[in-house]
């Protein structure tokens, strides 16, 4: 039988080998082909790789000559508004002016020495996007985290509003700016923003003044020089000094606390230049609340308060008497009251106890009959001529929009009591800087400067001193537009002669050492002075009755006239120390030693006791002047057929002063 054999699947295809033996193999020509194809490829990756590392090794090279070697100036447009401007070089290479770095665009303002007065200070606006917040009521929760003063209510419904824009918190700080931006919260912006502070709060804050919202001053010298703080970076340097200021605040305040003043005033000043130095109002307030300060705060009265000048307006009566050639020191005039219908003009004190002074006599003693003699002396017309000339009908001009024009008669009202009653600082009212103005011209050599509140250039010190040389009006710079810069030059006009100032300057020791100023004496300063005591006006027009201004002007040294301080205390109160007196002699005068004594060194001048002999000698003035050889003496008791011995009227006084046209008479 035939052998057994495995079953197949189906017939063996002819020439297709089965087995390991059964695979194709590769010959030598494909083998290299294969070969070939993979050093293609390889080269290709090769290429591509170099590619790439030339382009990113160009792209490093630039990137480091840009940012590196040779960076670029940012465009503007790219940059936040408050990045200082990269300053341009010159061919010398060196830097074009000063390098400033404006981070904010309202300039600084400091005092003389360099004191930061008020400054601007970066801050943030914070605004929402409403339409981009997914929960309202978490992103002000999270926001009151960083600012818990914001109501929730009121933020909630804030945010939920159908726009594109709500304010959510103004002026915040850089530090809460960086805690919000932390907090996440999408439609959550900012906006670059500046806040003005005043880091001395109170000090000078009336004279400061404020801004608004907008960055855009609203009073005080902020708002007089606001073109400039805007458009210059460059610090705004004021003739302030913070340490005089400082003093004449503390002793005023604590006069008007012993006194229960209802307001005073305080003014330290250069009589050379007319650099305010120190100006104080109370009662005043904290610079950086100005928005919620009451009305009587803000209220400057060293500029804006009219105030009758009573006994300090002597001075200028005395003044024009002596300029005009009206009076002389040795002529005498009446101390016995002068009946004006049913007024009667008399002296509140009598303590001086003659019926008639000379005129060092009228000063020292402050006789209001004489000083109205001898404002009939002078007539209305130059009366009113010579006020006018000396700026005291017209406002102060200080940097300050709030200086107000003084109060005074029309000249069709200018009649004989108006003629008397100015003569001894009634019937008008002036603020204080014009007392203190009017002052200073008489003992700085004649000149009537232009009071300032912005310190005079370095190279101008040399200048400081006024020309009286010549009598024509001189002036040290023109005068420019408010909104100038520069228009703060003082500037000054001559009104009296030399040999008529250091006339006035003896009249005026004299009144310290020997007159009702005593109580202002500071050893070796040489203080002059003059009381003024003045009875307040009342709401119907009326005069108050022992309701009071008192102020005291004065200049130190009398010898060197340098500083002109004036202190003035409104409706002061009598107090057990001063008897019950409520006049200027009680509480302005001690006032004005007590600023004298802590401000002199300040300003470099220290007592001269080691030549105090020779000083006070060249200072004296006899109380009763000597007739000179060749003149005689007008007044009571010297020429019997003067009609200033016949009778004591206004009419007879009138008549004197209408038909004498020489006063004194030279043999």
Known sequence: MPQDVPPSSGPKRPGRPTGPSARPRETGSG??????????????????????????????????????????EPEKRQIAPQVPEIPKSDPRGEMAGDFVLPTVRRAT??????????????????????????????????????????????????????????????DISPVQEIAINNLG????????????????????????????????????????????????????????????????????????????????????????????????SLPDYDANDFGHAPNDARFNRAVTGMYEPGSTFKLQTAAMGLQLGVIHLWDRFSTIPIKVGRFTIRDMKTDHFAPWLSLPGVLAFSSNPAAAHIALDVGATRQQDWLRNMGFFNRVPVELPEAGR????????????????????????????????????????????????????????????????????????PE?????????????????????????????????????????????YYVGGKTGTAEKIGAHGGYLKHVNVSAFT?????????????????????????HGWTTAA??????????????????????????????????AIPMNPSVPPGFHALGPGNDPGDPRNQAHTPKAALSRTQSKTQPATQH
Do not use: C
């Open 31 to 72: 083998r290299a082909r294969s070969r070939l194809n993979l050093d293609q490829m390889h080269g290709r990756l090769l290429g591509v790789g170099m590619g790439f590392l030339v382009i990113y090794g160009a792209v490093a090279l630039k990137a480091t000559v840009a940012t590196v070697l040779m960076p670029m």
């Open 109 to 170: 303002i400091t005092d003389r020495t360099g004191q930061a007065l008020a400054l601007s200070l970066p801050v943030a606006q914070v605004y929402a996007n409403p339409m981009e917040l997914i929960d309202p009521a978490d992103a002000a929760d999270k926001l009151r985290k960083v600012l818990p003063q914001l109501d929730r209510d009121a933020t909630i419904r804030r945010l939920s509003l159908k726009k594109q824009f709500v304010y959510l918190a103004r």
């Open 185 to 280: 919260i999408p439609g959550i912006y900012f906006e670059a923003g500046e806040r003005r502070h005043y880091p001395l709060g109170r000090t000078a804050a009336q004279i400061m003044g404020s801004v608004d919202i907008d960055d855009h001053g609203i009073a005080g010298v902020e708002r007089y020089f606001d073109k400039r703080l805007n458009s210059d970076k460059s610090p705004l340097r004021l003739s302030l000094d913070v340490r005089v200021q400082t003093v004449a605040h503390d002793e005023l305040q604590a006069a008007k606390d012993e006194f229960s003043a209802i307001g005073a005033s305080a003014i330290v000043m250069d009589v050379r230049t007319g650099e305010i130095l120190a100006m104080v």
């Open 406 to 477: 003084p109060l005074v008669p029309a000249s069709r009202n200018w009649g004989l009591s108006t003629v008397m009653t100015v003569g001894f600082g009634h019937g008008v009212a002036e603020p204080p800087l014009a007392i203190v103005r009017g002052t200073a011209a008489t003992v700085n050599g004649g000149i009537l400067l232009k009071p300032t509140l912005v310190a005079r250039d370095t190279e101008d010190e040399a200048k400081a001193a006024p020309d009286t040389a010549q009598l024509r009006p001189v002036a040290y710079r």
């Open 480 to 524: 420019a537009d408010s909104d100038e810069i520069g228009a703060e030059t003082p500037v000054g006009t001559r009104v009296l002669s030399e040999q008529t100032s250091a006339v006035l300057r003896k009249l005026l020791r004299l009144d310290v050492t020997m007159g009702s100023g005593k109580s202002a004496e500071v050893p070796g």
């Open 554 to 578: 004065s200049v130190f040294p009398m010898n060197n006239p340098h500083y002109a301080v004036y202190v003035m205390l409104d409706s002061p109160q009598g107090t057990a120390a001063t």
């Open 586 to 619: 009680w509480n302005a005068a001690p006032t004005v030693k007590k600023i004298i004594s802590r401000v002199g060194p300040i300003l470099n001048q220290f007592p001269d006791l080691a030549n105090r002999d020779a000083i006070d000698a060249s200072l």
